[in-house]
């Protein structure tokens, strides 16, 4: 996939890893430095200078399960009776994002009583 990198910019790669880009390797295929690893320029899906452009469903966002990006804030599955609305979503913007744990990280990490029976 071709996927515009800038260094500064933020990515995700098929494995759910979001990171900045620290620096670019040119060669054959240029690596990406992350923070904390280092990917190839084709297991990045996405790229963009606001990190919640990367945000998908499902996605945890502090600790909440995310159920809708609307580009400039999150809503999250967390809900709060509103006398006038009815049921709310909680919603979080960009300045609120502490931490990231994407749905592909939790379907790696994630176990599930009786499966290998």
Do not use: A, W
Request: proline share 2%; net charge negative.
């Amino acid at each position: 996939m071709n996927v515009k990198i800038e260094r500064g910019m933020f990515v995700r790669t098929v494995d759910g890893i979001i990171g900045k880009v620290e620096d670019i390797d040119y060669g054959m295929c240029y690596e990406i430095k992350l923070e904390n690893e280092r990917v190839s320029q084709f297991d990045i899906i996405k790229s963009s200078f606001e990190v919640i452009d990367l945000i998908e469903k499902n996605d945890m966002i502090n600790g909440d399960l995310i159920v809708q990006n609307f580009g400039t804030y999150l809503t999250t599955s967390n809900t709060y009776e509103s006398l006038f609305d009815g049921v709310q979503h909680y919603c979080i913007i960009p300045e609120d994002i502490e931490s990231i744990v994407t749905h592909e990280q939790i379907k790696k990490v994630e176990y599930i009583p009786g499966r290998y029976k």
